[in-house]
């Protein structure tokens, strides 16, 4: 890069900084309730709402994650943006309206609705806090790779500083902008990053004279492969000769990955909470419409950004060069976007380029900073409103004292993930959503679906499924090859250490059947039962009456 486009990176970043600081400062003069804080007071509309929700969803991981394996794998990248998209529809249809109808600030709220407030509530704490963890992780590694890029710092403690730097930003965000604050600088993001992905898709077909023919022909030829590049088979599921059973568990991870995503969502802890920033139950399915809206366009986008990307970088500057093997040194893909950016501005060294790559680069910083408040916000308000004021406190603390121990669980989350983000650098962010999405959809799905729509299922019910599928998940995923045993597994193979047992890298095929198995197996064994807290659940989660929250019990 020149010396022109790190300037020019680091005016943009702090004009997008300062500008998102006054947002929030602003937004915290507003917050005087505890409401405020949580869940902006249920004030925003439905066109608002979606935007922060869309902001929310389309993170790095859909920006560089999804493009870059797109760029890389082909077809097998597109895997990505349908299992994202579809997933909405789950939550649309089963969960939006339900959910805020019944709940008040988090998630725990709706599934402890008819519960012992204490064990349930301690569950769905401790589950938010480890799928937002998975989910911080992968936006900090983004960020640790763009802006190194942008920046030309080749030095791997460079790195680890921006990954503090984006920490210590969100933790600002959180805690002097709360659920308010945070919507503002999510609503200014959505807004850039479908700006600058239009910017980017127009841009690529314009160099084909907007012929997609023309553009995955030129995609396969500079991949190398040929027809295979447009074909199933390049990332998953992939065919080894010679040997039937990786091929066969190579499917299974393919089927496990798929059920990962579509479940997922609807089970991630930073969406759920968003149900609750509406004031009615219609507003929050308003809320879902515009962001399938915007989230579909994106992600129609983000595969011309992927397959322009193939067509327009080379390969090996995709890769980041090539080892003696034949293998890329980097095989994440995670910054061909912005290497897109480059070529379509006019190529390295120009101009045009430097300024194309600052800004796309300040937008991708947009995206993953947005991306990690909500995050923070939704693991700190449950760690203060499940876990300190209903289980510690046993409902006994105030309003205020609960916001003062959520922006105190600010600081410890964001520090925890900066930490964790360090060692995790290197692995793809798209592939590092997908294990958040299984350990959503295999904890959190179980417990929110059973309680809205089984009248027997109660507090061992609610327990078990979410220490069942996330106990499950965490542990299928350290016997995975993503920790050991595999060439590029977190603990190399230099170390010796191998406890690889478990073939898949996903562990949502086993371990959502088991949450929901471990919800039925606790309900049927317990013989609890509350008719009427059902029949007034019910009432609640279809007409949204008398919506609050009960009193710790």
Known sequence: ????????????????????????????????????????????????????????????????????????????????????????????????????????????????????????????????????????????????????????????????????????????????????????????????????????????????????NSLLGKASEMSGLGQAFLEPGGRFAVEVVGDSWASFIGKLDLISLSIALVLGTAGLPHILIRFYTVPTAQVARKSVNWAIGNIGLFYLMTIALGFGAAALVTRETLGRGVNDDGSLVDSSGNVAVPQLSVVLGGGEGSFGGAIMLAFIGAVAFAVILATVAGLTLATSSSFAHDLYGSVIRKGKASSKEEVHVARIATVVIGAVAVILAIFSQGLNVAFLVGLAFAIAASANLPAVVLTMFWKSFNTRGAVWAIWGGLGSALVLLFLSPNFTGAANSLIPLSTGIDINFFPLRNPGLFSIPFGFFMGWLGTVTSKERDKELWAELEVRSLTGADVGERPSH
């Open 1 to 212: 890069m020149t010396i022109d486009s790190t300037n020019l990176a680091f005016i943009l970043f702090a004009v997008f900084i300062a500008t998102t600081l006054v947002l929030v400062t602003y937004a915290g003069r507003q917050s005087r309730k505890a409401s405020d804080f949580y869940n902006a007071g249920g004030s925003l509309n439905g066109f608002q709402n979606g935007l922060a929700i869309s902001a929310d969803y389309m993170s790095a991981a859909s920006f560089l994650g999804i493009a870059g394996l797109i760029s890389l794998y082909g077809f097998d990248g597109f895997f990505y943006s349908v299992g994202f998209l579809v997933a909405w529809l789950l939550a649309l249809l089963l969960i939006a309206e339900p959910l805020r109808n019944t709940g008040r600030y988090t998630m725990g709220d709706a599934v402890a609705f008819r519960m012992r407030q204490r064990p349930v509530r301690t569950a769905a704490a401790g589950s938010t806090l480890v799928v937002s963890i998975f989910y911080l992780l992968a936006q900090m590694v983004g960020a640790g790779a763009l802006v190194a890029l942008l920046l030309n710092l080749t030095d791997p403690a460079a790195k680890n500083w921006i990954i503090a730097a984006v920490g210590a930003i969100m933790v600002v965000y959180v805690v002097v902008g709360g659920m308010r604050g945070t919507t503002y600088v999510q609503i200014t993001q959505a807004f850039l990053l479908i700006t600058g992905a239009a910017i980017l898709t127009f841009l690529v077909l314009l160099n084909f004279d907007f012929n997609l």
